[in-house]
């Protein structure tokens, strides 16, 4: 016994030189708990990015799953070695949409099409990070933004997590509400959502008792009351309305694994098929993919992926270094470089294996706030994800009512940044306010950002000389691009 407690601890202290788990005030066990806690907020894209993909002509289902699994197993694991971080990488959604129903749906690209043009985003992300330049446009977004962004970020994953649970619907007449439980399904809709609020109340309860890990264990408990109530009656899964079996079909743990892997190869192999990714808008067939590249829509295309998939990841780096107080006096964030560089390789690498474009999940700050700091929970997560290759009716039936209290929790937990924002400057806080709001409401990170970072440009170029010596020329530059961009839409 003796032997394993010294080896023990001597793996502990091995692990502490590579992380610096001490340096960062954190544990291996709360570092693997925060790995946890990510995945299971972040294993929904599991199930949803093959739904959305697979929409795409030719994209086989099951082929997309395994894609999804493991360039969120290598994108995350490449955060932790270089930038030891604990921050996932996975097929961001939103731009899966674009990808999808936009580009091959819309437009009429072939998927193959739209994945070379992934591919190139990527290696210009990654020259981009190589260079600093990423780099220096994080160092450039003013400390009012960045906080702002934090808060922001914090009402977006909150309305996420309100949508997930049905508690906040579409209205016709007023584009949202809340759900009405009388006209509503109860068994299935109705039950999701009062779920959803007695996971908020216990995990608050238990947050307020100073247990440790609340989030998780709100997680563990809410679904533990979900499957009581699906057994029970109370909780009628409706696949229709998004309410699913909430009981793991643990009998079905290999069920169409080789299949899916199948289909893997298959995408992996079609996925840079040269004349299938050479169509145009019109629908005509160029002889050669260079004309294709050379053309504006695919132009447009790579920008929108660029500038979508570039500021999401910078939104998201600025909440998780304001929330962990990991910038430094002047605003920067130390290892920043490596966290570009492993966004960048994920996304390229991502097309390769036969999905959109990889990006930081915001969902990591749910681990963050259980205590992970360092690159050790982003290996958790890894090895997590490669499991969930064949645990995945277990993780895929973690219930969106679950999940989504945590993400309210940590939402709530983010807004504390707008504390330190001065609210009684306007060119501070006005710009500050507009990336909060801009955030949810567009639906969409990078929106927030552009809003902030336009207004902030403006209101102090034009409110005196002291005001404008705040705005630097690469601040001008993202204004006029951004402006731009609304314009060619």
Same mark, same amino acid.
């Given at each position: 016994?003796?032997?394993?407690?010294?080896s023990?601890?001597?793996?502990?202290?091995k692990?502490?030189?590579?992380?610096?788990?001490t340096?960062?005030n954190?544990?291996?066990?709360?570092?693997?708990?925060?790995?946890?806690s990510?995945?299971l907020?972040t294993?929904?894209?599991?199930?949803?990015?093959?739904?959305?993909?697979?929409?795409?002509?030719?994209?086989p289902?099951?082929?997309?799953?395994?894609?999804?699994?493991?360039?969120?197993?290598?994108?995350?694991?490449l955060?932790g070695?270089?930038?030891?971080?604990?921050?996932?990488?996975a097929?961001?959604m939103?731009?899966?949409?674009?990808?999808?129903f936009?580009?091959?749906?819309g437009?009429?690209?072939?998927?193959?099409?739209?994945?070379? /043009?992934?591919?190139?985003?990527? &290696?210009? !992300?990654?020259?981009?990070?190589? =260079? %600093? #330049?990423?780099?220096?446009?994080?160092? *450039?977004?003013?400390?009012t933004?960045?906080?702002?962004?934090?808060?922001g970020?914090?009402?977006?994953?909150?309305?996420?997590?309100l949508?997930?649970?049905h508690?906040?619907?579409?209205?016709? /007449?007023?584009?949202?509400?809340? &759900?009405? !439980?009388?006209?509503s399904a109860f =068994? %299935? #809709?109705?039950?999701?959502?009062?779920? *959803?609020i007695?996971g908020?109340?216990i995990?608050?309860?238990?947050?307020?008792?100073?247990?440790?890990a609340?989030?998780?264990?709100?997680?563990?408990?809410?679904?533990?009351?979900?499957?009581i109530c699906?057994?029970?009656?109370?909780?009628?899964?409706?696949?229709?309305?998004?309410?699913?079996?909430?009981?793991?079909?643990?009998?079905?743990?290999?069920?169409g694994?080789?299949?899916?892997?199948?289909?893997?190869?298959?995408?992996?192999?079609?996925?840079?098929?040269?004349?299938?990714?050479?169509?145009t808008?019109?629908?005509?067939?160029?002889?050669?993919?260079?004309?294709?590249?050379?053309?504006?829509?695919?132009?447009t295309?790579?920008?929108?992926?660029?500038?979508?998939?570039?500021?999401?990841?910078?939104?998201?780096?600025?909440?998780?270094?304001?929330?962990t107080?990991?910038?430094?006096?002047?605003?920067?964030?130390?290892?920043?470089?490596?966290?570009?560089?492993?966004?960048?390789?994920?996304?390229?690498v991502?097309?390769?294996?036969?999905?959109s474009t990889?990006?930081?999940?915001?969902?990591?700050?749910?681990?963050?706030?259980?205590?992970?700091?360092?690159?050790l929970?982003?290996y958790?997560?890894?090895?997590?994800?490669?499991?969930?290759?064949?645990?995945?009716?277990i993780?895929?039936?973690?219930?969106?009512?679950?999940?989504?209290?945590?993400?309210?929790?940590?939402?709530?937990?983010?807004?504390?940044s707008?504390?330190?924002?001065?609210?009684?400057?306007?060119?501070?806080?006005?710009?500050?306010f507009?990336?909060?709001?801009a955030?949810?409401?567009?639906?969409?990170?990078?929106?927030?950002?552009?809003?902030?970072?336009?207004?902030y440009?403006?209101?102090?170029?034009?409110?005196g000389?002291?005001?404008?010596?705040?705005?630097?020329v690469?601040?001008v530059?993202?204004?006029?691009?951004?402006?731009?961009?609304?314009?060619?839409?």
């Amino acid at each position: 016994m003796s032997k394993f407690n010294e080896s023990s601890g001597s793996f502990s202290k091995k692990l502490d030189s590579i992380f610096g788990l001490t340096k960062n005030n954190t544990s291996v066990r709360t570092e693997i708990l925060g790995g946890l806690s990510t995945f299971l907020l972040t294993s929904y894209i599991l199930a949803v990015n093959p739904n959305i993909l697979g929409n795409c002509p030719g994209m086989p289902k099951g082929g997309i799953f395994v894609a999804t699994a493991l360039i969120a197993a290598l994108g995350t694991f490449l955060m932790g070695l270089l930038a030891n971080y604990p921050l996932a990488i996975a097929p961001g959604m939103g731009l899966n949409a674009f990808f999808a129903f936009s580009v091959v749906l819309g437009m009429g690209f072939s998927w193959q099409f739209a994945l070379f /043009a992934v591919f190139v985003e990527g &290696i210009i !992300f990654l020259l981009m990070s190589v =260079s %600093s #330049i990423r780099e220096k446009l994080f160092d *450039t977004i003013p400390l009012t933004i960045k906080r702002a962004t934090g808060a922001g970020i914090g009402l977006f994953i909150a309305f996420i997590g309100l949508q997930n649970a049905h508690i906040i619907q579409g209205n016709p /007449a007023t584009l949202l509400s809340m &759900i009405n !439980f009388k006209v509503s399904a109860f =068994s %299935s #809709i109705g039950m999701s959502a009062i779920l *959803t609020i007695v996971g908020v109340l216990i995990t608050g309860i238990l947050l307020g008792l100073r247990v440790r890990a609340s989030i998780l264990l709100g997680i563990f408990l809410t679904w533990g009351i979900g499957i009581i109530c699906e057994l029970a009656g109370l909780y009628v899964p409706d696949p229709s309305v998004k309410c699913f079996s909430v009981i793991p079909a643990v009998d079905q743990l290999t069920s169409g694994l080789s299949d899916s892997f199948r289909e893997f190869g298959s995408l992996f192999g079609q996925a840079f098929n040269v004349e299938n990714f050479s169509h145009t808008v019109d629908g005509k067939i160029v002889q050669h993919g260079v004309s294709a590249i050379c053309s504006l829509s695919f132009v447009t295309i790579l920008l929108t992926f660029l500038f979508t998939d570039l500021f999401d990841t910078i939104g998201t780096l600025s909440s998780v270094a304001v929330s962990t107080k990991m910038l430094d006096k002047n605003g920067r964030l130390a290892n920043v470089r490596g966290a570009f560089m492993a966004d960048a390789v994920s996304t390229s690498v991502g097309a390769v294996f036969g999905t959109s474009t990889a990006t930081t999940f915001v969902e990591s700050l749910g681990g963050i706030s259980v205590g992970a700091r360092t690159g050790l929970a982003a290996y958790v997560y890894s090895i997590l994800m490669l499991l969930a290759l064949v645990l995945a009716p277990i993780f895929i039936a973690v219930p969106s009512f679950a999940t989504a209290p945590a993400l309210i929790i940590v939402g709530f937990m983010m807004m504390r940044s707008i504390a330190n924002i001065d609210w009684t400057n306007v060119t501070e806080s006005l710009p500050a306010f507009l990336t909060i709001v801009a955030m949810p409401l567009c639906y969409s990170i990078s929106e927030g950002i552009f809003w902030g970072i336009i207004s902030y440009t403006v209101l102090n170029l034009l409110t005196g000389r002291k005001n404008a010596s705040k705005v630097s020329v690469t601040m001008v530059i993202l204004t006029i691009l951004f402006i731009f961009h609304y314009f060619i839409g």
